[in-house]
């Protein structure tokens, strides 16, 4: 059974860091990709960062340069370092696993960005 289970979640001021933390069951590298989505209240849930089987990663516009995504196959677990945080990156961030093409879910991390 695949399970992910975040950590890193916190409060933070704007303009600092934080890093977002998934452990996965099972060898990561199997997966067919890893990501983080995040939801606001009120807004749907959208994709933050993923890093593929093979190693590239994709950012959603509003994030690229601050966060960075990137994975430890030893310790079947993925980051997310979260730099420069603003206001409006204040969500439930969500670890996804992608494994035989099907979508797993973490129980979520609350982030808020204080101004």
């Known amino acids: 059974q695949v399970q992910l289970v975040e950590s890193g979640g916190g409060l933070v001021q704007a303009g600092g860091s934080l890093r977002l933390s998934c452990a996965a069951s099972?060898?990561?590298?199997?997966?067919?990709?890893m990501g983080w989505y995040r939801q606001a209240p009120e807004k749907q849930r959208e994709l933050v960062a993923r890093?593929?089987?093979?190693?590239?990663?994709e950012y959603a516009d509003s994030v690229k340069g601050r966060f960075t995504i990137s994975r430890d196959n030893a310790k079947n677990t993925v980051y997310l370092q979260m730099n420069s945080l603003k206001g409006e990156d204040t969500a439930v961030y969500y670890c996804?696993?992608?494994?035989?093409?099907?979508?797993?879910w973490g129980q979520g991390t609350q982030v808020t960005v204080s101004s």
């Open positions: 996804n696993g992608v494994y035989h093409y099907t979508y797993y």
């Open positions: 890093i593929l089987r093979g190693g590239s990663t």
């Open positions: 099972g060898s990561i590298f199997t997966y067919n990709a």
